[in-house]
């Protein structure tokens, strides 16, 4: 016996959307009150349940990755910027392979594209020394058009000295880390020995003490201005261990490192002497595996979203078959009195978007409020030595979670196209004589 008709009806045309007045009775929200629905009202609780959840957890999960990956990379350009031109080798000797560095090459590589700022550095490895302890450092000498806003944020003792004052050459700012190990404070006096075929000695006055929570900083880093590791290293003026370049951040990361190093070659290439290059934070020995770590987290949100998504369409796709399998006898009417199969199944298809639509707004509710109680209050914290923060950071983008919304509202009536199938093996004859 054949199910319902394939062919469209005239009956099937009337003047209102059949399928949308027959889902909104359905789903009982339209029409008289006494025609409630009679479907399994725990099959659409927890269907509505199975995709507010889920949304939920999409919107926190992407929400934490994101935000922990801006908070890291903040990090890291403070003290690395997006790229660098230096020497290959002065990574392990920095030292020893300065690059001469020009008003002019400052100039050219400011205009190159992309570029928002630029920025010159010198560095000297060293050890601190008290009487009884001592530590190894990495003194980095800051330039006069250092940005240092990232720095002073990360103080959390004393105060950033104004290197641009020649009075300003014999402070140091240490780590909260070098500081622990020596037991020095703000305004103490600390020896710095400098080995080569001489030891070199400088005094220096602690100004102030930082702590970024990234250890291949807070181990290593200790800041000062840029002329005194020049006479250190005993360079010219004009030499220094690289230059920082800012990008204006149109591009993405990868693309504009690549756009950088095509235009740059014919600068670099000019001093056949030095081995100029560009290097961006994934080839940074320094940075390589944090930006590697970080890299990992978006292989988990993905793996996230893939199966938060399956069980948010399982559980729908289970609702439907359940809300299908109770409506056995109204389609069996409808059927018998002209109603197409596709009609029907439209039917369903949209009491389903009823019930994702309700739970769409129960996911943002619940997801979003979890999100801006983090970020207003910071309930939850970290151990800074793992995690690089004290306090989870999560990023609330709103562009990127009505992204979600729509995503999720396609995907799972996509894939209640199959079940709604259920409704053309359904015989009308049968179908109405169904308890």
Known sequence: MPSCLSRTHPANKPNVNLPLYIARKFYGGYGDQTSRPRASAPAVRIATIGVALGLAVMIVSVGIVRGFKQEINRKLYGFSAHAQVVDIRSFVQPDQYGIAVDSSFISRITQLQGVERVQRFAEKMGVLKTEEEFEAILLRGIAPEYDTHFLEESIVDGALPNYADSASNNQIVIS????????????????????????????????????????????????????????????????????????????????????????????????????????????????????????????????????????????????????????????????????????????????????????????????????????????????????????????????????????????????????????????????????
């Not at 990361?253 to 190093?261: A, C, P, Q, R, V």
């Not at 095509?262 to 000019?270: D, F, S, T």
């Not at 409808?334 to 029907?344: D, N």
């Open 176 to 435: 909260q880390t070098h500081a622990s190990a020596l037991h020095l404070a703000v305004g103490d006096k600390v020896y710095a020995y400098f080995f080569e075929e001489t030891v070199k000695m400088r005094r220096f006055t602690i100004a102030a003490i930082y702590q970024t929570n990234v250890k291949q900083y807070d181990q290593h880093m200790a800041v000062v201005p840029m002329s005194v590791v020049q006479r250190l290293n005993e360079w010219e003026p004009n030499t220094v261990s690289g230059v920082e370049i800012y990008s204006d951040q149109k591009l993405p990361m990868t693309d504009w490192t690549e756009l950088l190093t095509e235009q740059a070659e014919p600068l670099l290439a000019e001093n056949l002497t030095e081995q100029k290059m560009v290097v961006g934070l994934n080839e940074n020995p320094r940075t390589m595996q944090v930006v590697s770590w970080l890299s990992l987290l978006d292989m988990n949100i993905w793996l996230i979203l893939v199966l938060v998504a399956l069980v948010a369409v399982f559980s729908m796709s289970a609702g439907l078959l359940i809300l299908i399998l109770e409506r056995t006898s109204d389609i069996g009417l409808l059927c018998a009195i002209g109603m197409s199969t596709r009609h029907i199944r439209t039917s369903f298809l949209y009491y389903a978007a009823f019930i994702v639509v309700r739970g769409l707004i129960w996911g943002n509710l619940i997801g979003c409020s979890l999100l801006w109680v983090q970020q207003r209050f910071g309930l939850v914290q970290l151990d800074p030595a793992t995690y690089y923060v004290r306090v989870l950071p999560v990023d609330m983008n709103v562009w990127l979670i009505l992204l979600l919304n729509l995503a999720t509202f396609a995907v799972t009536l996509l894939a209640l196209i199959i079940p709604s199938l259920l409704v053309e093996r359904i015989q009308p004859a049968r179908a109405i004589r169904f308890d």
